[in-house]
């Protein structure tokens, strides 16, 4: 499913970049564009960036 549609990045693209570093909304739009367009996924991107912190922070 695509999280991005500007730049067509989907969800598990996402994660794979979280899983290899980025931290925040720059390091993901720095690693595939994503939220540089019309920023309508940055909602989302926020989102998926919160959830992976819960599971993080549950997992510690
Ligand atoms: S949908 Fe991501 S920048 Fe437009």
Do not use: P
Request: aromatic residues 4%; charged residues 25%.
């Amino acid at each position: 499913m695509f999280v991005c549609i500007c730049r067509a990045v989907t969800e598990d693209e996402v994660h794979e970049h979280c899983n290899n570093g980025a931290y925040t909304i720059d390091d993901i739009a720095d690693r595939c564009g994503a939220g540089e367009g019309c920023g309508t996924c940055l909602e989302r991107l926020d989102d998926i960036l919160s959830e992976r912190a819960g599971i993080a922070t549950t997992a510690a």
